[in-house]
């Protein structure tokens, strides 16, 4: 199985079991033990694959990685990438980036606060959607955008909320 | 696939691409950038397709995809060669008809071309559209007009062949010279002259350098570079190598934020081509250079598009700056010489050693010649990705290319430069587009992102939002930057709420001045700029704020209530509809009434208004 950059993003089934998720980014770190500085790389492999990034997966990547946890806890704080919570199902970024923010993005963040009844950072009760917001995600010409997964909504209004949840 | 020896392997895999494209009346360029792509841009392609399939006209019609065309606003868009016809807002509706229209009955479906907002005239040819007609492409040549997938689209272009040109004829050293005389500045923010620094990195002794290119584009409200790599992904590569052969380093890397997937796809993928040709990993036209990319990921963090943190974060480690000097080119990346360029400053090369210096002063001006490339965002009706000669009056991208604004609501400023910069106001609408002339303003060229704002924004929460941004992106290191910021802040949120103090104003300028000299990196020195010039341009704002309590554009929520003006007002009811909190009364056909105590300001009335009777006002205290 050949593991690498471009599966960041793929769809298929990572195994059920988190024993199955485990093994496979035990392999991916072997796959990249050769590499300088393929730490964040990892990460980001791992979360795909895990969903987030938990104490205990830390300690797993630290030990296979041979580094010390404090250097793989402190690049996983220090990036808003990574989360060490367990998120939902979807993804609901809010672009507040200059663009958006201009175009109205606040309102819109706080129709989905109302509409989902959780905060940014939270995670609803059905854990079928996180809701956070993003620096820009280079929609700016479609502002104010929300992206939800990888499916970027453009010049969304806090009336089009619901036709856009709808479809997850 | 068939590997790249000579310059003959080039001009035959040119000339078999175009004679396979020379098979087919009309080409359509189907836009599939990232704008277009949010806005469904895959549906109306199997339209395409399906239409053609349909009509019988596979052998005449050919699609093909490509990177951004720069109206992301209008999108879905297409541009039919080679009568250069240009259709936008297209939809898996009105696509079928199109097709037909143009192709089956050889008529334009005029209908759907860009329609002049002013004249309300439909705009066929896209070289007559205002958009495009001043703009100058590039770093963005090709983009909207290559297929982006495939290596042999960039080739038949005239692409690598300038990478041959260089490594087969010329030293490196010469190729340094040539991007000196063309006084390239560096597009990623700084504006330092590339010639000079990769001498630097020329220079240097070791055994090992590194050259790195910064794809973190972490302004918000700017997407040029993404637009770069999506739309032309082997431009980027061609211009890396070249500077990799020219400063004398064998390794590159990409450093590539994680909010563009589709941009890490596409390059991820170009890359395998090349090296499936043998551009990379292998002895170049049988040379003995060689050169290897690879692509990092970035994770979230502004401050990763500052060298020195990008730097640690290749290195797998969290992104802080490191102390300089020692500068990038004397120890950088895993303590190796490392020269650093941004996106677009390396999009900018293939051109100049193509056309040498020569060829690239001709557009600019005296010391910062050639293009820009911006994004236009904001209240701006033509939102999306331009590229000007440096020096365009300001008002020439607003008003002509850009459109206007929204609305036909007045411009009251745009900011320039991001976080990093500063606002240039209605009076200086007019300044050229140049380093020195928008330093002079107190803003900055920046990396380009280019928002407008009406006079419905507030200059003083604008101010709070990007220092918000940058206090959440300030990675902590230096006192100064992690502290300052946090300060100016909370003066700013307690403006914006009508709590400001008397002496608030030097506050936010002596915090600002302290924060600017003492921080460690890029990031804090340049926070405070847009406090520094929201206050030089609009302290009547300020002051309005603190000692009226009172948001003369009614954006600050704390400090308005709405008011309907009864003669105008022609009871659509609409307004009550859209009242979160029921503080409107009014039966149809009859003026409506706002009820100051109950309204909170949001403005959701005055955006449902569909003759503006609605006006924010002071809110009275009690
Ligand atoms: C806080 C901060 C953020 C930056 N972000 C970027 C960025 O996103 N992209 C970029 O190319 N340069 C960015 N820069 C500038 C880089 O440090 C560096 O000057 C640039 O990449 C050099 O390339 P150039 O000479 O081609 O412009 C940033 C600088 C600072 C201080
Ligand atoms: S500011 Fe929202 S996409 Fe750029």
């Known amino acids: 199985m050949s593991l690498s950059l471009e599966n960041l993003t793929c769809n298929c089934d990572h195994g059920s079991t988190d024993e199955e998720k485990y093994a496979l980014i035990g392999q991916m770190i072997d796959a990249y033990k050769d590499k300088e500085g393929s730490l964040i790389q990892v990460l980001h492999a791992a979360q795909e694959i895990y969903g987030y990034l938990p104490l205990e997966l830390q300690k797993f990547i630290a030990l296979r990685m041979n580094k010390p946890l404090s250097e793989v806890n402190g690049v996983v704080s220090f990036y808003s990438f990574f989360s060490t919570k367990e998120r939902g199902e979807h993804t609901i970024h809010v672009c507040m980036g200059t663009a958006c923010y201009v175009r109205g993005a606040q309102k819109l963040v706080e129709a989905l606060e109302d509409k989902l009844g959780v905060a940014v950072g939270e995670v609803t009760p059905d854990k079928k959607f996180t809701l956070d917001v993003a620096r820009c995600i280079g929609a700016c010409g479609l502002a104010p955008a929300v992206m939800v997964d990888n499916d970027v909504h453009r010049q969304v209004q806090p009336s089009g909320i619901d036709a856009m949840l709808k479809q997850y | 696939m068939a590997k790249i020896n000579d310059k003959y392997d080039l001009s035959r895999i040119k000339y078999n691409y175009r004679s396979e494209m020379g098979r087919y009346e009309h080409h359509i360029y ?64 009105n696509i079928g008809k199109v097709i037909k229209t143009h192709f089956v009955d050889g008529q334009i479906a005029k209908n759907y071309c860009y329609q002049d907002l002013k004249t309300k005239e439909y705009i066929p040819c896209i070289d007559d559209i205002p958009f495009y007609k001043d703009q100058v492409r590039i770093a963005l040549q090709g983009c909207g007009t290559t297929e982006f997938d495939k290596i042999e689209a960039y080739i038949a272009t005239g692409g690598y062949a300038t990478l041959h040109k260089a490594i087969t004829e010329m030293t490196p050293q010469e190729v340094i010279d040539e991007v000196k005389n063309s006084v390239l500045r560096g597009r990623g923010g700084g504006g330092f002259p590339t010639g000079v620094k990769w001498q630097a990195g020329h220079d240097a002794v070791a055994d090992q350098k590194y050259i790195v290119c910064n794809a973190d584009e972490g302004d918000p409200g700017a997407f040029m570079d993404r637009s770069i790599i999506e739309g032309t992904p082997h431009k980027l590569i061609e211009g890396i190598i070249l500077g990799g052969y020219a400063i004398g380093a064998t390794k590159g890397y990409v450093y590539i934020r994680a909010e563009y997937p589709i941009a890490v796809n596409r390059l991820s993928k170009a890359i395998d081509q090349a090296r499936a040709m043998g551009l990379l990993d292998e002895p170049l036209f049988g040379t003995d250079f060689q050169f290897s990319l690879e692509i990092r990921i970035g994770a979230g963090a502004f401050v990763c598009g500052e060298e020195t943190s990008l730097m640690e974060s290749i290195e797998g480690h969290r992104g802080e700056p490191r102390q300089k000097p020692p500068l990038p080119f004397q120890a950088g990346l895993f303590g190796k010489p490392t020269i650093i360029n941004n996106v677009e400053t390396f999009a900018n090369i293939p051109y100049i050693i193509k056309h040498g210096a020569e060829g690239y002063t001709r557009y600019g001006r005296v010391g910062a010649h050639g293009t820009k490339v911006f994004a236009l965002a904001g209240d701006i009706v033509n939102a999306g990705i331009i590229e000007v000669p440096i020096g365009m009056p300001m008002r020439n991208i607003i008003e002509n290319i850009g459109g206007g604004l929204i609305g036909g609501k007045e411009f009251k400023a745009a900011q320039v430069g991001g976080p990093s910069g500063g606002c240039i106001t209605a009076a200086d609408i007019d ?169 909170i300001g949001c403005g959701a009335c005055y955006s449902s208004c569909p003759v503006d009777a609605i006006h924010p006002t002071k809110r009275e205290e009690n």
Do not use: W
């Open chain 2, 30 to 93: 189907f836009c599939a950038g990232a704008g277009c792509i949010s806005c469904g841009c895959a549906d109306v392609a199997r339209g395409v397709k399906e239409s053609l399939d349909e009509l019988g006209l596979n052998d005449k019609v050919k699609m093909i995809e490509t990177g951004c065309i720069g109206l992301c606003s209008l999108g879905p868009v297409m541009l039919v060669m080679p009568e250069r016809i240009f259709y936008v807002g297209l939809s898996p509706k």
């Open chain 2, 431 to 599: 300044v050229p587009m140049d380093y020195s002339e928008l330093i002079a303003k107190g803003a900055m060229m920046g990396s380009g992102g280019l928002i407008a704002m009406s006079t419905d924004t507030c200059m003083v929460d604008t101010a709070r939002f990007f220092m918000d941004f940058v206090q959440d992106e300030s990675c902590g290191k230096c006192v100064a930057c992690r502290i300052g910021t946090k300060r100016m802040l909370e003066i700013l949120q307690r403006i914006t709420k009508g709590e400001g103090k008397k002496d608030d104003i030097d506050r936010l300028l002596e915090l600002g001045a302290v924060v600017k000299d003492t921080a460690m990196c890029g990031l804090g020195q340049t926070a405070p700029n847009p406090i520094l010039s929201t206050i030089r341009y609009f302290r009547d704002e300020y002051e309005a704020h603190i000692f009226d309590h009172r948001c003369p554009a009614g954006r600050c929520q704390a400090l308005t209530v709405f008011e309907i003006d009864p003669q105008t007002c022609i009871g659509c009811t609409r307004c009550k509809k859209h009242c979160p909190t029921l503080a409107i009364t009014g039966e149809l056909k009859h003026a409506h009434v706002v009820d100051p105590a109950l309204c």
